[in-house]
């Protein structure tokens, strides 16, 4: 929200103005966010305000260039003085007051204005748009002053008020007051404790009977709707510039007098309104949601399919209005209507938040009703309204008023009076609660209970529907009187303790995977179930049964992942479209996985620390968590160069990067062959630490490589960290002084037998003194038979305290190789 410091200090009564950096530091102290702090200009320089007395179109051109006579004041004989200027712009005519650069200014960004030869004239300055003046954003035409704002050589920078600051705000959802100038008002009246003229007390007259037949029926979308009748309004009547000029700063455009007028109230207010060309409105209007196939064309030309969520306004000829976003171009107000309908109403703010994302149709009407209006502004609003019309459009106010439904009533709210003081750890003054509980608007009563506890009631505002239990009166006492004030105090860390196993775990295993070459992503931990079709999972996979958000950051992803693979794939996917062929990435993350039966979760007061049952039941309420680790590569795993041809990534790297995560932290993976998508059935690792499956590594399908437009042969291992047992007390390894004794042997078993079992049963046999088993090759052929492999393993053998001999390590050999010929058949090869 964007507003200039001279509107905001306009019911506020300063000795002496604040700057405005000391207003976005207040803005700050009490809760409000300041983006950015605009000043105007720098202007500097002759820029005067001008009469268009001449206008020549030049016609030799293949775009509009006009020769004007503009008259800029007067010289020194009092005779006036006579501008020549060049100009493109076509939104004005003779007799129109407009700003003028003369020669030696220097506008916005640096633009020095002299005169120079264009077009064949010699243009004496530069008639100027807001944008070049730094006013706002529209520069379609030049700034036509209505007439009557200024004389010919009037300073334009004092008429314009070009020494103005905008400061570009955003106040918290919860606070929708604050997104209006009155709600920003009232808390720099707190921030500076000076007294505030709330330009929301405007007397309302009686009404003398309803302006036009009104039916709401549904209420819930519809709490209270007003309307109010303007007559014989002047179409041709311009809009005032002091509020065409607090529109432009605020962002908003200027249209004609009765649009421009709904926008200056709601900016003011907080209150949206809307204007109805009253002659076009056919029988009564009705408040309902959409029916079945019902379109509008909204006022961007649009024509919209209706949802039957949607609350609309309609009149005989069908809809005419979506309820809080935007009107009907059949109703709209146009550069001929006289007769105005004007409507203020409150609507629900689901209803207007899910119509706008539904539709894809922001507004600034419906971002103020997403977050809750004041509901007993919408008469005030249009009293201030029908006034301005009156006054500026010559309209004639009609005595009716139609009123339907009725304000909710704030409920009281009750708190020990020194709870705050407990709450922060502070001793406030004397009376600080109740005057801080009146500023923001409420009604304070003290009193005593029967325990003589001093308890201070407060009845909310209408405007602040936020307050509802003790803990938001007392943060409203905090941040008036200011967070900085609370001392802030951090607890010391407990001696002897650091890290937990689990983090130690985590970045062990995250250093290790980048020491290896991966890199760290941090991809999106939403899914869309498409995906799970495109990795050829069962209808019944478990990996399929997702937890749903409510509101998704995105609707066509509204799932928790329950595997890390398709955000990562995702990143690969962005990187390989990047140009990137050599792709190997690694991400540690949680995955969400729902409890068979859920338990509700409990609702906890704030009032106290939440005991340890009721946290067993929050944890309980929440689905499983547990912490993945997982990897994808494409491309080379080794790089070719002056040393060697390269080596493309296979299924084996992905087998050997999760031996590596287990390693990291002491765990000793074992795998075995495995059949589960996303993964090529031939080319997939299960992973086990003992008996228990953690995971899968392997190349993916080729099916799913396709569906997903990945790189061939695109490998990934996905790992359950938390399920690997955690050794909190891991002992340091012994390193033998003594020299080892490597024997070579080389086993023949079944084609389908897996070398990791072979390993393990030559482990085993092995005993204390083998130290290592590694496969280096394997080899089929006739010289092994049809149906044979053979694998050539390496054994290391060593004795801590002693160097061993041949024969100990060729006993120990012996015994490696009897165990596995015991457990797979296995022969050696002659």
């Known amino acids: 929200m964007r507003i200039p410091v001279t509107w905001l200090v306009e019911h506020l009564e300063f000795d002496q103005v604040p700057t405005a950096e000391e207003f976005a530091d207040a803005f700050v102290r009490i809760g409000v966010e300041v983006d950015d702090v605009h000043p105007l200009g720098p202007v500097t320089g002759p820029v005067v305000a001008g009469r ?16 004007c006579k503009v008259e800029v004041g007067t010289d020194d004989d009092g005779e ?14 003779e007799g129109d007051t407009v700003v003028v650069s003369l020669p030696g200014a220097v506008l916005p960004g640096g633009f020095a204005i002299s005169a120079r030869k264009t077009y064949g004239r010699t243009s004496e300055g530069m008639i100027c748009s807001a944008r070049e003046l730094g006013l706002g954003d529209e520069h379609a035409g030049i700034l036509v002053l209505p007439s009557g704002t200024a004389s010919p050589g009037d300073d334009a920078v004092e008429l314009l008020g070009l020494d103005d600051t905008v400061l570009e705000v955003t106040p918290t959802p919860d606070r929708g007051y604050a997104f209006s100038v009155r709600g920003l008002q009232r808390e720099l009246a707190c921030a500076f404790d000076v007294p505030f003229g709330d330009p929301g007390v405007v007397e309302i007259p009686e009404a003398e009977g309803e302006v036009w037949p009104v039916h709401v029926e549904d209420e819930s979308g519809c709490s209270r709707f007003v309307a109010r009748r303007v007559t014989g309004v002047d179409p041709t009547a ?10 432009m700063l605020a962002g908003i455009r200027s249209i004609s007098l009765p649009v421009d007028v709904t926008n200056y109230v709601m900016l003011e207010l907080g209150q949206p309104l809307h204007a109805f060309d009253a002659s076009a409105v056919q029988g009564a209007l009705v408040v309902r949601r959409a029916a079945s196939g019902e379109k509008l064309t909204t006022l961007d030309d649009s024509v919209r399919a209706l949802d039957a969520d949607d609350v609309v306004i309609a009149d005989d000829s069908g809809v005419v209005s979506l309820a809080g976003v935007m009107g009907g171009a059949s109703t709209e107000v146009r550069s001929t209507s006289s007769d105005i309908l004007l409507e203020a109403a409150v609507w629900d703010p689901a209803s207007v938040a899910r119509t706008v994302r539904r539709h ?32 500026y459009g010559d309209g004639s106010i009609r005595p009716g008023r139609t009123d339907v439904g009725s304000p909710r009533l704030p409920v009281p709210v009750s708190m020990p009076i020194d709870l705050p003081d407990r709450v922060a750890g502070v001793r406030y003054a004397r009376g600080v609660t109740a005057r801080r509980l009146g500023q923001i608007g409420c009604r304070v009563e003290v009193s005593t209970a029967d325990d003589g506890q001093t308890i201070v009631t407060a009845v909310p505002p209408t405007w602040r529907a936020d307050l509802v239990q003790p803990a938001d009166l007392v943060e409203e006492v905090l941040r008036l009187e200011g967070f900085e004030t609370i001392p802030s105090t951090l607890p010391p860390a407990p001696a002897g303790r650091g890290l937990t196993e689990q983090q130690r775990r985590r970045r062990a295993v995250s250093r290790a995977l980048a020491e290896s070459g991966f890199v760290e992503v941090l991809p999106f931990p939403f899914v869309a179930p498409s995906v799970f079709d495109a990795f050829g999972l069962d209808e019944g996979d478990v990996r399929r049964n997702t937890v749903t958000v409510l509101n ?12 890390l693979l398709p955000g990562l794939l995702d990143a690969l996917q962005r990187n390989v479209a990047r140009g990137q062929r050599d792709v190997a990435l690694y991400h540690l993350g949680q995955v969400t996985l729902p409890r068979t039966q859920q338990v509700p979760v409990p609702e906890l007061g704030v009032d106290r620390p939440p005991t340890a049952a009721e946290i067993a039941t929050m944890q309980a309420a929440l689905p499983q968590q547990p912490l993945h680790v997982a990897v994808v590569l494409a491309g080379d795993r080794e790089r070719a160069g002056w040393w060697g041809g390269g080596r493309a990534a296979d299924w084996a790297d992905a087998v050997e990067t999760a031996r590596l995560v287990g390693r990291t932290y002491g765990v000793e993976l074992t795998v075995k062959a495995a059949d589960l998508a996303p993964w ?28 997903l437009g990945l790189p061939k042969r695109t ?85 801590p305290d002693r160097t061993l001999t041949l024969e100990e390590a060729t006993a120990a050999r012996d015994a490696a190789v009897a165990a596995a010929a015991e457990r797979t058949g296995a022969a050696l090869r002659a």
């Open 80 to 93: 006036p003085k006579i501008q020549g200027v060049v100009c493109g712009a076509t939104n004005f005519v």
């Open 715 to 799: 490998v990934a291992m996905e790992l359950d960290l938390d399920a690997l047992p955690l050794k909190e007390l891991r002992p340091a390894p012994i390193v033998s002084a003594y020299p080892p004794v490597l024997l070579d042997v080389a086993l023949v078993v079944d084609a389908g037998v897996a070398a990791s079992a072979v390993s393990e049963a030559l482990s085993s046999g092995g005993g204390d003194l083998l130290e290592e088993v590694r496969l280096f090759d394997l080899f089929t052929g006739e010289q092994v038979g049809e149906g044979r492999k053979s694998l050539a393993c390496s054994l290391r053998f060593r004795a």
């Open 238 to 247: 311009p809009t005032p510039w002091w509020m065409r000029r607090r529109l």
């Open 680 to 707: 090529h059935p031939g080319r997939c690792a299960q992973l086990r630490v003992g008996d228990w499956p953690v995971g899968h590594a392997g190349e993916l399908h080729p099916k799913v490589v396709e569906a």
């Open 360 to 391: 894809r149709l922001p507004s600034e009407a419906a971002k103020r009703f997403e977050r809750t209006v004041d509901p007993a502004l919408a008469p005030v609003a249009l009293e201030v309204a029908a006034k301005l019309l009156h006054l």
């Open 552 to 563: 998704p950051l995105e609707s066509d992803r509204p799932a928790l992942a329950t595997t």
């Open 52 to 67: 268009v007395v001449e206008i020549e179109e030049l016609t030799e051109f293949k775009k509009p260039i006009r020769f």
